[in-house]
């Protein structure tokens, strides 16, 4: 992979951008001239945008987590990684724990996705449950909105208890569950936008019936969230909250 940046036509570095595996993440500086990539060999490589350069390359313990890396500041990396979130210098500097080991969810949880807010300070982990031990368990699903650096936990959205009453009483009688498919915060930090698939009963064997994907807008300060839009899988129907 070579990443070419439109303005001015630069490429940087040549196939894999330096790295020795994939490319799991990249990340823009938010003033400075600088991006950043995380690949698979358990590297960072900072870059200079303007010369096509690579200024540093930071190695990493265990490598990035869930492909999330964003500039904290212009000189420091957040990254998630097995311990939890750490801040790192773009110059290979000391890093430093944020948050709590408790973020860093355990067996049978595990987290799927990451979204933040564009400063870094608010995240939004999506998180899985499946007990394997018991055949034919449900799969559960969370959501956290944490504060960095603090590690304060904002609020925490049980997907399969909590979703369904948002929406209208004409679709929710038909879904016979739902699946997180998308999470972005709000640039302010305040707000989580989520997309879920709405799901009909399913027979024995059989993949889930798809219904539909519906919308919903999470206020991250007061824990109250509504249901924005909805469509229907089969007629493309819009419906507006």
Known sequence: MTLAVLSPFQKFGGDRMGHGG??????????????????????????????????????????????????????????????????????????????????????????????????GRVVALLERYRDYKKAGAPERERVRAIELPSGRVLHELSVSLDVLDLLPSESAASVAGTTLCALAIAPDGQRLAAVFALRGPAAPNAAPDLRGWYLTAWDLRSGARRFVAAVDAGEGAFLAG
């Open 22 to 119: 994939q490319i799991r993440a990249i990340a823009w500086a938010h003033a400075a001239p600088r991006l950043a990539s995380a690949g698979s060999d358990n590297m960072i490589r900072v870059w200079n945008t303007e010369t096509g350069r690579a200024t540093s390359v930071i190695p990493l313990p265990f490598g990035v987590g869930r492909g999330f890396l964003r500039f904290w500041d212009d000189d420091t990396l957040l990254l998630f990684d097995r311990d939890g979130f750490t801040l790192v210098g773009v110059d290979g500097g000391p890093s430093r724990a944020v948050g709590a080991p408790s973020l860093v969810t355990r067996d049978p949880w595990w987290q799927e996705d990451i979204t933040a807010s564009p400063d």
